[in-house]
């Protein structure tokens, strides 16, 4: 039996995206009997408690509450807990799949306790954290020193974007790297035109199936929504701009607002956050065209949702995306007017049902959940 211990999301069931959603589908849809799945569970009440989830054993964490370097005490206490069970347990020859750079830091002396019970420290660096514009300058210094410590410490970096691993061997070449992709879902909505939840939400935001633009994502900076908005304000289409986030209460939107005076644009519709994933689906499905401005990699999970979704996807040009969707999109830059004219070009066409056919392929041939869990376990079962 392999044990895998996995640090860094913030547990099971899934309730956020991003890792959460990764861990849930890698135990959801495990496949061999000779692995053990073991997730830390961040909790603000209980430590060391453990549950059954999935066929996975849940174990608590409950690190204090220090503002931002919790996550990095969160991390360091779970990888701690996970090494006494092993002790406790006899478990022999673990792997610790550490999600995210946060640690990198201090992962060291771990990474000695690690090896000395012959355990392996397997890290996904996720994407480049460290270029994130909500970090202040010294956050993003350490994340970076943190990053290239990991790529030392680590065994193996598992990377879910091409990208991402020709980063490493370029910046790191001594680590020691593999691919192994995100997945998606990618079974339809199960909503119909006439259901109540679409129409409620179709009407009270005054659009249409096949006739609206749509941006789902955080709303960070580094996603672009200034440049899209900004182009989006200078086409003449009729169609309305339909975003989907987290805008609620976050000082970007006034920021945005002033830059963009997107309010004075009737078209430019917020619309807040939608949880119902079988509604946003349906969203998906039925835009007119989806806008990605995703810059900073690696595979980000709402572009897998948008080609396994949407027939026409407009997508930001950076490796980590073209790594991702390569000949099914249409591509555009941050150079001033070009985004507005592949609008202009693509809101007068109707048909683009066969480059969703494609999209949809690549989706099916690449990014599948049951594939990428199976890749996962032959790496857990036959590379350590």
Known sequence: MKHVFIIG?????????????????????????????????????????????????????????????????????????ALKFIQKEGIENPIF????????????????????????????????????SKWSKP????????????????????????GIESYFHAHYPWSRTTYVAYGTDTTPSSLKPQDTKVRDLFSRWDIQEKEYYLVVGRFVPENNYETVIREFRN?????????ICNQEGNAYFETLRERTAFDQDDRIRFIGTVYDQDLLKYIRQEAFAYLHG????????????????????????????????????FYWTKEEGQ?????????????????????????QRL?????????YEELFLNES
């Open 294 to 329: 995703h810059e900073v990699g690696g595979t980000n999970p709402g572009l897998l949702e948008a080609l396994a979704h949407t027939d026409v996807n407009l997508v930001l040009d950076v490796e980590f995306n073209r790594q991702v969707a390569q000949d099914t999109v």
């Open 139 to 162: 956050v993003q210094l350490y994340l970076k020193y943190s990053e290239k410590v990991m790529s030392k410490k680590a065994d193996l970096i598992v990377a879910d974007n091409r």
């Open 367 to 375: 990014y599948t959940w049951p594939s990428i869990v199976q890749q």
């Open 97 to 132: 799949y550490i999600l995210g750079n946060t640690i990198g830091a201090f992962i060291g002396p771990l990474a000695k306790k690690i090896h000395r019970v012959g355990g392996q420290l397997y890290v996904n660096p996720d994407g480049l954290e460290w270029k994130r």
């Open 9 to 81: 999301s913030r547990g099971l069931p899934a309730h956020y995206g991003g890792f959460e959603t990764f861990v849930q589908a890698l135990v959801s849809h495990q496949q061999s009997e000779n692995i053990r799945y073991h997730v830390a569970c961040l909790s603000d009440h209980t430590h060391g408690e453990h549950r059954e989830f999935l066929g996975a054993d849940c174990f608590t964490i409950n690190p204090p509450k220090i503002g931002p370097a919790r996550v990095i005490a969160y991390d360091w206490m779970a990888i701690r807990y």
């Open 339 to 363: 985004l507005r004219e592949l609008i202009q070009e693509l809101d007068q066409k109707k048909d683009f049902q066969a480059l969703g056919q494609k999209a949809r392929a690549q989706i």
């Open 235 to 243: 086409t003449k289409t009729k169609r309305p701009l339909v975003l």
